[in-house]
């Protein structure tokens, strides 16, 4: 069966700093990634998603990256963190249609 | 593109009564419509899905109804218990329509009273 991590589940940082958010799916090949960001009592705002390694498609301008550097890995990236960047990071794969997400990062930008 | 309407955001029902959730979706292409529950500092679990080739589907206490003509479906839980207790999802896309896939309603915080 498929399963998906993230790590780590929770994370304080300090304004200004890097951030380096890993996923990754067990169980499949060649699946879509997702990255989503839930803020606080709101719905999910899709960030990224790939389709292969190497191919990202941005859906909101910000200072985030994504990058795919194996099939089942997806990061996500910032050089420098805002205080708008806190919220609740969400990975999901899929082979189709059906969206499977992963257990979340809590961010907290200080 | 797909804009979802979801209703209400809040709902606060009896244990053991009825609820109801429902969705209303803009592009009348879309034809796969997931719903999914998400507890407290977890992700998102997909719970039921509709395709638009039926207009109900049924999972023990859980049922998703479509009406493609007016664009809109419902999540219906019935015999509510505690552990439902939850913010729910609602979604929809075109299958097979690429892969940025599912456009997601605001949420439904549905509150189970003792």
């Known amino acids: 069966s498929q399963t998906i991590h993230q790590w780590p589940a929770t994370l304080v940082q300090p304004v200004g700093s890097p951030l380096s958010l890993e996923c990754t799916v067990e169980g499949t090949s060649n699946p879509n990634l997702y990255w989503y960001r839930q803020a606080a009592g709101r719905g999910l705002q899709l960030l990224f998603y790939s389709v292969g390694i190497g191919q990202i498609s941005s859906e909101v301008p910000q200072n985030l990256s994504a990058s795919r550097p194996q099939d089942r890995q997806f990061i996500l990236s910032s050089k420098k963190l805002l205080l708008s960047d806190s919220g609740f990071y969400l990975c999901a794969w899929s082979l189709g249609s059906e969206q499977y997400f992963g257990p979340g990062t809590r961010l907290t930008v200080t | ?114």
């Open chain 2, 1 to 114: 593109g797909e804009n979802v309407e979801q209703h209400p955001s809040t709902l606060s029902v009896q244990e053991g009564d009825s609820a109801v959730i429902k969705c209303t979706y803009s592009d009348s292409a879309s034809n796969y419509f997931p719903w999914y529950k998400q507890e407290l500092g977890k992700g998102p679990q997909l719970i039921i899905d509709i395709r638009s080739n039926v207009g109900e589907k049924k999972d023990q206490r859980i049922a998703v109804t479509l009406n493609k003509t007016a664009k809109h479906f419902s999540l219906h839980i019935t015999e509510t218990q505690p552990e439902d207790s939850a913010v729910y999802f609602c979604a929809a896309t075109l299958s097979g329509g690429g892969a940025d896939g599912l456009t997601f309603g605001k949420g439904t915080h549905l509150i189970i009273q003792p």
